[in-house]
Each structure stands twice: as structure tokens, then as C-alpha cells.
């Protein structure tokens, strides 16, 4: 009974049922690698392909070999009485309710679907008992497990993939899906995307995608048995005309061995339909679609008493009647290439009498070849005469194209050996662009033209690239002089190719003598071939400038200008190695055989290692490159991380069983080159490992450190150097490398940011550093002789051991104290100038202190009259100095303690007029103002009476404490002004006071006077004063009076003061 054709396989509806299946080859190696691996002990596999690749027919025939109902595969595994099969076909539903339904288990829990599937297995009569579990479409489980409750719904995908895997087990699945599992968990979160992760390393992927030879090995197989031979049908010729055109890129002997299979289908239909069949349908099905359709355009409706074959006409009206809606969406990448071909038939149809079917047929081969065939294929005269003859069965083919070509339908392309479909001009191309040769100027600037027209890409130096870790890239210098360049950036050399008929090649040879950079130099003798290209398009430019309204001929032409361009390349980089006439090689004054491409980049590699001769070994392809990806600047977080906390650990504190990136770059950079962090932490000498070249780099900036313990240098100077010869690294290992040295030698260096001292490298600072590495500068500390002598003098006077060699440490731990010594003085102390000259230079030379070397070495001896050179020349001054140094700090911590000793003296002298101290003060001033009446003071009268009767006993907290009821400040902040001030208010305070006490003791009475004390003092008389009493019932008199006298004084205030206070004296004088 033959099998009925159906475009797709059920494995559940046809398990018993008879399927036209043929075997390809990709399907025998899944089969037998499915079979292989089985017997290693893998269980679970699953297969990957796009749509109508033959899954769900592989899943049916790989079962029918098992049960040897028909050995499809010719595999030999087990017993066929010793297989069971379940077959399941994904839908979007839960994995675990397909299979309660499968067993009709509903609402079964997973220990019994689990007790089910052993019972099955178990059940199996026999030795090497298999139970094979196939699920095709298992990507809609997988999508449904990743949109509802994904934790339980992975969680049991998991448990069953652990019970299917058991070895000990004979217990297969065998799934397909149309994408790799990855792309069902897209949505899910990050911990759930580990879950999927783990359920895809479960599995066994095998990739299944027939490529077109097996779609049309399984069309000859399809077709073997059907075809009806036409008698002048000539296999051999077809074959032939086939590798002529070059338009398929397929093998001899595979076409000599299927051609005669593949009838009535002839070589070019074969290819066109399998190819549109993957790009337009869905691969083996949409082939199958074909061979079994019954409509008007399919392969058995063809009839080879009409046409010798079913060539690509009949593939077009297929294509086009069968696929109509695709071809014509705009999801069609095509889609304006069969808007040509349809156009190109329209046209015909309108301009064309007598050749209709063959102009149709043309254009429709034409169309179709130009969508399918390969860049390179010879679709001219010749081949398309050849073919419409013999296989479109057009007696009159070369008058169709002819007609083609006269109505400008179809158009020859010189340069692309091809005729394409042409959507027609008025202009002439070929006449406009001999005639355009006139009004042209020769080209004499080639190296101009060279560089407007094309863009060499880089060379990679693969050698030195591959034994050193660093991609080395050269890149094409055009010019009409030999250049001297740097390389910098990305770029570690250039190919200089120099175009000039003026210069000589001695010339040439004498200039590279003098370079010393990775330079290689390509010196064209004769550049006739190329200038005549360069000619071309110059021309092709004219004509596209003349007729820019013309849109169908300026795209024309443009091709044309590519074509060019290409060609242009092709001439270039051909000379190289073909014609040593053009071209001469030279590299330091010596000329280089260069052979061939592969003689070109061995030339570039031994460059590379002559020049850049102390780079490093170093292969870690994270890190060695010019610009790192974003997940290795995280990585670089982490690496920058551990090396500043972690440094003391073994290992740097990276875990011993996992390798992320930021550990395989400690091992590449540090570990592996002898580089022993924890060295350090027992002051023990690094010493770098000379196998990968490291001990260059290293001493280089050895070098560099010792150069700054004169002058301070920018860390951007230190990578800038790096990034020439003779290293040239990468800005990614360059970054690495610098954070990682300075971090090594911290203990030996200063580091300041903008200007700024950092004591201690954090990973914090270390990420600034490699960020912003002109902003930082380093210095070496030059200690020894007399400055050490004098930094253990420091540290003796701070109390501190001394010390035989001095770290970064040493100087933070000497430089504090003198710091915290100056946080901690009063204002006062900061800002009197009040002390001696040697002094106040002190202090500001600890205020600007930014550099603790420069500050012990140059700053403190300076501003106490020393200078390094002079304690150098004579020790003796050294101890001299330390005494100096000594004094100035015990005056700058003593100076506030003498401005509460004269404000104590003040009150004694100057207040009281008595030789007295604390708190003798307190108590005759308290007396002093004991009956002053404080509810008649003013405010601020009463804060002063108040702090007088403080009652603190602390000698400077009672001073502080009246100095601020006076002026409103401790004296901590007073200035060296606010002393004069303090003493003037004082006094005036005093005297107010003295007078309201005197006032008080005159026994006032508040209801039915006002009382006043007047004092006149004048060098002459001394002091007048005379306590007046003014009843509230003169009041009014005295009103009177007072606007009397207003009205006699005159405009200046002065006189009236003086006559009012003579006028008050004699008052009193005469009572």
C-alpha cells in the first residue's frame, strides 16, 4: 500500500501508520550520534532546527528503527521486543498535566508520574529493556513553564530530567525544539535564568538543519522512481554548463551523481527551488509541498512532451502561485527584485511583438538567477543562449534577448559578467562614458584619489599576535612621501605605500634606515594600471555629475563605480605578491621579498618582534586589547577590589574552585609571572618570573618610580610610554598593569591628586587613577644619609622607633601627629601673629602641608632659617634644628595659654588696680558689684553681673566665660584685634557698673524719683561727680527747660557739648 503524503508528521497520530520517509545523511549522523552517545551513558537529547527541517519525521523514523518495523538508520541497538515508545506533542500547556494525561493520572502527584514511568520501564520484557520517551514541539512546554508559576513548572522539568539521566537506567528522551532553549526563558528573571541554565546542561544538543544538498538528494530520491525520461535530455552538457556559470556553489561529484536523479528538475530549477523553499518556506516540508502537489504549476502536472525539463520558468510560476502572499509582503527581503521581474514582463509585453513566451522566459531566468545565484556567477550571452536552447526549449533565445536589450529591458553588465533586469534610460552609458574621457584631466594625484576611493582594512600580524597574546594591527598609509609616523591607539604599525614616479628607490631605502618604528614601506615604480582605474571612476563620476535627474542611470552607474572599486582593490593588493616590477618592500634600509599574502604577514610579525622586543607575553584576550567590553569593566571592578582588600590572602581571596574573569586575570597578569603579592606584607624584595617577559615591564617602571624622586610625573606619563616602543601594549593591560605596579610599590611612593597628597591606595583610588591618570602624580621617596637622620629625629620627638628604610607608611604615621597637633589648636593659636617669625612659618608651612616628603625635608627646615643643604654640610646643625623645630611647636601650643594669662593680668592691673590671680579676682569683683540693684541693669549689664557670679571654679572656663559675656566670644576665637577691643569694653563696663553700684547704694526710690550720676573728668580739675535726684513732679519743669536750651544752642555739636558740660560744672561747684 503506498503512504499517503501529508506536508507534516504527527509521531502520536502516525506511530502506526506508514510515512514515505527518506533518510539524508544529516539524519543518519543525529541517529548514529544518538545511538554513540547512549551508550556512554547520556539519556536525555534534544533536537534544534528551524521550522519543516524533518524533526518530527526523524523523531518517527528513529522510533520505526528502534522497533525495527523499518530500519530506517541501520542502527543496531538492542531488541525490538525490548522497546517501548511514548510519544507526546507539546502544546502550551504544563509538562506535568500532558504526561497525568498520558498515564490518566489526573492531579497525580510527581512521586507518582515518577513510580508510573519506572513501572513502564519495568515492564519491559527482556534483556537491555529501553523505554523511549519522544516529545516533539517541547518548546511550547518550555514556553508555557516560563509564563506560569516558572519556579514549580523548572523545578519538576528538573526532577525529571534527573530521574530520565540515572545511568543505571535505559530510560531516553528524545525532544525538538525550533530555538536554543535560551530563547523560551528570555522573560525570566536572573535566578531563574540559572534554573534554565541548569535544565539546558541537562540535555545533549544535537543541531539539525538539512543543508540544500540534502534537499535535493531528497528530491532525487523523491524523483528516482517517478521520472519518464525525454529522449533528448543530456545529462553531461547540464553538468557542464552548470560549473561553467559558477552560479551554485556546490561539489562536482555530488551534482555528476544526483543531476540524472533530479530529472525533469534540471541543475539551475533545482537550485533556484531548493534555495527559495529554505527562504521563502519551511526547508524539507515546504520541498515535499513540491514533489507532491497536484496544482497546475507543481512537478506532476509537468509534461515533458511540451518541455524537455522543469526548468526555472516552471520554478517561477510555483513560486509565485504558491507562495504569492510571502514573496509580496514587505517582510520579503526580495520583494523589489520580483517587482523587477514582473515590471521587466509588463514592459515586454507592451514593447515586444513576435518573442512574448521567450522574452518571459528570459526575463523570468534572469530575475530569479540575480536573487539566487552566487556573487560570482557568469549569467552572459553565451550561458543564457545556451540555456533558454536547450533548457527552456527556445528555438529563437537569441532574438528575445536581443529584442530585450534593444528595448532596454534587460541590461549587460561588463565588470559583473551578468545580464540583469534593467528598468530603462535614455543615456547611452557605455557612449557617455567614452566620450566623458574628453572632458577628464589624466590623474596625477594618485595617493589622493586612492584615499577618497578606498579603505584598506587593517592587517592583523597573526604570528606575533598568537605566540605574544597581543593583537598587533597594521594599518595602510597612503602618501606620496615615505612617512615617519608613531603608531598609537589600536594601531601598532602601518604599511606605508608610497606612490611617487619622482622618487627613486634608493631614496626610499635611505629614509627607512632612520625609522624606528614598526614601519613597512611599499614603494610603487610603475602605477600605470592603477591610474587607469582611478580613471575610470573619475569618469563614472562625470557622467553621474551630467545626468543626475536620470535615477535608473545614476544607480547604474554607481554599480558600475563599485565594481570599480573593487577591481581597484583587487589591482592593489594583487601587485603586491604577483609583480615585483610595481612594487619593491623595504623595511630599515633593506628591500624584502614578499612573495604572497601569507609572506606578507610573517614580514609584519617579524616587524613586530624586532620592534616592540620587550613586550610581555601575555595571553588573555579579556584584558589584551585597546578598548575592553563592558562585562570586563566590571570585571575590572572586582579585580581592583580584591587587589586593595584582599592582597595579604592567598590567591588574592578568589575562591580556589571557580574562575571568573577578574581571578584568570590575576593568574594571567600576576600569579603566573612570579608576582607574589603577599611578599609585600614582610617587606620582601618582588621578584618577577623572566619566562613571559614581564621582567622588562617591570624594570621599566622601576626605572620610571626612580625618576621621580627628584620631580613628580603624572601617571598618564607612565602609560603614555607604555603605549610606545618597545612595548606597545594594549590601553586595556596598560590599565590593569598600572594599577596593579603602583599598588605593589605604594609603600615606596607619594600619590596626589590634583595636587593633593592620598595617603592610602583604596579601590576606590586605584579606580580614579586608571580613570583620570592625568590628574594623578606619584613621586619616589629619596631617603637616605642626613634626610633619614632626620626623619628618625622627627620620629624620636613624636616618640616613634626609628626607622632603616622608610615606607609611605612611615611618612603618614610621622606626618599625623603634626597634623593633629594643628586640628586641635584654637582658633586663637591658627591665626595670632603674636609669635615669633620662625613660628608663624611653621605653622603655615603644616598648613600647606600636601606632600609629606617635601613638607619635613624642604618645608619645616625652611621656615625655621635651615635648608637639606645645609644639615647635610654640618651635621652638628642637625640637633640645632630638632631644638629650633621643638621650641616654635612649644610656642604655637602655648599661645593661647598666654593670652588667658594677660587677660588675667588685665583684670588684676588694669580692672582692680591690685597684684592678685584666680580666683582672688572672682571674689573682689563679686564684692565689688555685691549691692548693685540687677533688675535695673540692661541686658547685657546683667550677663556680665551674672558671669561674674559664675560659679565656676576652673581659672580659664570663669575667664572665658566673663569674655564672652563682654564680647560674645570664648577667647579660642579671638583674633589678635579682638584682644585690644576686649580690654576697652571691658573698662567701659566696669566703669558702668561701678556707677550703678554707686547709684544703688544711694537708696533710690523708684516710685517718686530718678536718680543720676554724673562724672565730668578733665586733666585739670580730676574727677567731678555729683549723684542728682529728680522727683517725677519736676518733670515737667524739666521738659520745659530742656526745649528752652534746644532753642538757644547752635549748629555745631561740639560747642554745644562743651558749654552744656561748663555750664553742668559750675552747677555743681557752687552747691
Known sequence: MRANYNPSVNIVRDAQRKVNYIATDNARRSAFQIIN?????????????????????????????????????????????????INLVGSYTSLRTALQEYFDLDGATDKALFSELYNQYHDIKGEQPLLLICVDEFGKFLEYAAKNQPEEELYFIQQLLEFINDPERQIVLLSTVHQNIDAYGFSLSNTQKQEWTKIKGRFRELTFNEPVEQLL?????????????????????????????????????????????????????????????????????????????????????????????????????????????????????????????????????????????????????????????????VIDRAFLIDYATNCLGMPDAEASLSALEQHKIVLYRNYSRRYILFEGTDLDIQLALFEAADRVDQVVDVTGLINKYYQFPPVVAKSATYFRGTPRLFEYLISTQPQKKTPKG???????????????????????????????????????HIKDLLFEVEKTKKVIEENMDDQVAVHELNNIIQHQQNLLTHKIQHSFYTNHREIVWIYRGGAINIHSQRALNETLSMIVNEVYDQAPVFKNELVNKHK??????????????????????????????????????????????????????????????????????????????????TAKRTVKELADLLALRPFKLKQGLIDFW???????????????????????????????????????????FDIGGVRLDLFNNYRSMLQQSVKSHLTNKDFVETIRPFLTFYKGLPEYAKNTQRLEPETIRLRDAIIKAKDPEQTFFDAFPNALGYSMQTLQQDPGKLQEYVNTLQDAIRELRNCYNELVNRVELFLAGDVIGKNMVFPEIKTTLQERFDGIRKHLLLHKQRIIVQRINSELDDRAAWLNSLVQGVMGITLEKF???????????????????????????????????????????????????????????????????????????????????????????????KE
Not at 311 to 340: E, M, T
Not at 644 to 658: E, L, R
Open 37 to 85: 552517545d547512549l551508550k556512554t551513558g547520556l539519556r536525555s537529547f534534544m533536537l534544534i532546527g528551524s521550522y519543516g527541517t524533518g524533526k518530527s519525521s526523524f523523531l518517527w523514523a528513529f522510533q520505526q528503527s528502534l522497533l525495527r518495523t523499518i530500519n530506517h538508520f541501520a542502527v543496531n541497538y538492542g531488541k525490538k521486543d525490548n522497546v517501548r515508545v
Open 217 to 377: 538528494l531528497l528530491a532525487a530520491a523523491h524523483l528516482v522512481d517517478q521520472r519518464k525520461l525525454h529522449t533528448q535530455v543530456d545529462f553531461e552538457a547540464d553538468i557542464e554548463r552548470l560549473a561553467r556559470s559558477r552560479a551554485f556553489n556546490s561539489d562536482p561529484q555530488y551534482i555528476g551523481d544526483i543531476a540524472a536523479k533530479l530529472y525533469p528538475l534540471d541543475l539551475f530549477a533545482a537550485n533556484v527551488l531548493t534555495l527559495a523553499l529554505q527562504r521563502y518556506g519551511q526547508n524539507e516540508r515546504s520541498l515535499f509541498s513540491f514533489l507532491e502537489s497536484t496544482d497546475q504549476t507543481g512537478i506532476k502536472a509537468f509534461d515533458n512532451s511540451a518541455d524537455r525539463y522543469y526548468h526555472i520558468g516552471h520554478v517561477y510560476q510555483y513560486l509565485a502561485y504558491n507562495f504569492y502572499s510571502f514573496i509580496n509582503s514587505p517582510a520579503n527581503r526580495d520583494l523589489p527584485a520580483w517587482r523587477a521581474i514582473q515590471t521587466a514582463m509588463e514592459a515586454a509585453e507592451r514593447r515586444i511583438t513576435g518573442h512574448e513566451l521567450g522574452t518571459a522566459l528570459l526575463i523570468q531566468t534572469i530575475g530569479l538567477l540575480n536573487i539566487f545565484s552566487a556573487a560570482g556567477a
Open 490 to 528: 589600536e594601531i601598532d604599525g602601518y604599511i606605508n605605500l608610497v606612490f611617487n614616479e619622482n622618487l627613486t628607490e634608493a631614496e626610499i631605502l635611505n629614509f627607512s634606515r632612520g625609522q624606528q618604528e614598526a614601519v613597512l614601506y611599499g614603494f610603487y615604480r610603475n602605477s600605470k
Open 628 to 709: 575592553i567590553s563592558p562585562s570586563i569593566h566590571a570585571a575590572r571592578r572586582n579585580y581592583i577590589k580584591a587587589l586593595a582588600n584582599d592582597w595579604d590572602k592567598p590567591g588574592m581571596g578568589f575562591p580556589a574552585d571557580k574562575y571568573p574573569p577578574e581571578k584568570t586575570i590575576y593568574l594571567t597578569l600576576l600569579e603566573n609571572n612570579g608576582i607574589d603579592l603577599m611578599n609585600t606584607a614582610h617587606d620582601l624584595e618582588i621578584t618577577v618570573d623572566e619566562r613571559n617577559d614581564f621582567h622588562h615591564l617591570w624594570n621599566f617602571c622601576m626605572a620610571f618610580l626612580d625618576s621621580t624622586k
Open 738 to 780: 598600572i594599577a596593579s605596579f603602583l599598588f605593589i610599590k605604594r609603600n615606596d611612593l607619594a600619590l596626589f591628586y590634583k595636587g593633593v597628597y592620598v595617603p592610602n591606595m583604596t579601590d576606590e583610588v586605584l579606580e580614579l587613577l586608571i580613570k583620570y591618570p592625568a590628574e594623578h602624580e606619584i613621586k619616589a
Open 975 to 1069: 583674633n589678635d584685634e579682638s584682644e585690644y577691643i576686649f580690654y576697652d569694653k571691658c573698662k567701659f563696663a566696669v566703669l558702668e557698673l561701678d556707677s550703678l553700684t554707686n547709684l544703688s547704694q544711694a537708696g533710690h526710690h523708684e516710685d517718686g524719683e530718678r536718680i543720676v550720676q554724673l562724672d565730668i573728668s578733665s586733666f585739670a580739675d580730676g574727677l567731678t561727680r555729683k549723684v542728682l535726684r529728680i522727683p517725677k513732679k519736676s518733670e515737667e519743669l524739666v521738659t520745659r527747660l530742656e526745649d528752652d536750651l534746644k532753642k538757644t544752642m547752635s549748629s555745631d555739636r561740639t560747642v554745644n557739648i562743651a558749654a552744656l558740660t561748663q555750664l553742668l560744672k559750675e552747677l555743681i561747684e
